[in-house]
């Protein structure tokens, strides 16, 4: 369950930091993917940066309870992309799904870990 926990949260921050960078220097693959500066894409990057943030935060703390809270989000969330961009092949869209699936399965272990706690 701490290696699944570790590598959620760097998988976040390996990926935010870089998609955030972007969306700040408005590059040309940020725009490509999702699209022109607008003020709705300045509140997705709040949100990847507060991500990101609570990510590196969580690293430290290392606390499965609100490690937990923040995986579930995501994972709703991205698993709701598809249907809120209408297509799949979107590379956000695919991505999210990938991470989502990865954060449920840290989710899932810590799940488990917190039911093994509480049955010993």
């Given at each position: 369950?701490?290696?699944?926990?570790?590598?959620?949260?760097?998988?976040?921050?390996?990926?935010?930091v870089p998609v955030c960078v972007g969306l700040l220097a408005n590059a040309k693959w940020?725009?490509?993917?999702?699209?022109?500066?607008?003020?709705?894409?300045?509140?997705?990057?709040?949100?990847?940066?507060?991500?990101?943030?609570?990510?590196?935060?969580?690293?430290?703390?290392?606390?499965?309870?609100?490690?937990?809270?923040?995986?579930?989000v995501q994972v709703i969330y991205k698993v709701l992309t598809p249907l809120t961009v209408?297509?799949?092949?979107?590379?956000?869209?695919?991505?999210?799904?990938?991470?989502?699936?990865?954060?449920?399965?840290?989710?899932?272990?810590?799940?488990?870990?917190?039911?093994?706690?509480?049955?010993?």
């Amino acid at each position: 369950m701490d290696l699944m926990i570790t590598l959620s949260l760097l998988l976040n921050i390996a990926v935010l930091v870089p998609v955030c960078v972007g969306l700040l220097a408005n590059a040309k693959w940020a725009v490509d993917v999702y699209g022109d500066a607008t003020p709705a894409r300045g509140i997705l990057l709040a949100v990847y940066i507060a991500i990101g943030s609570i990510s590196l935060l969580l690293l430290v703390l290392h606390d499965p309870k609100p490690t937990a809270a923040l995986l579930l989000v995501q994972v709703i969330y991205k698993v709701l992309t598809p249907l809120t961009v209408g297509k799949l092949t979107n590379p956000v869209v695919i991505s999210n799904l990938c991470i989502a699936a990865f954060h449920a399965v840290t989710l899932f272990l810590i799940w488990h870990g917190a039911h093994a706690k509480l049955a010993s």
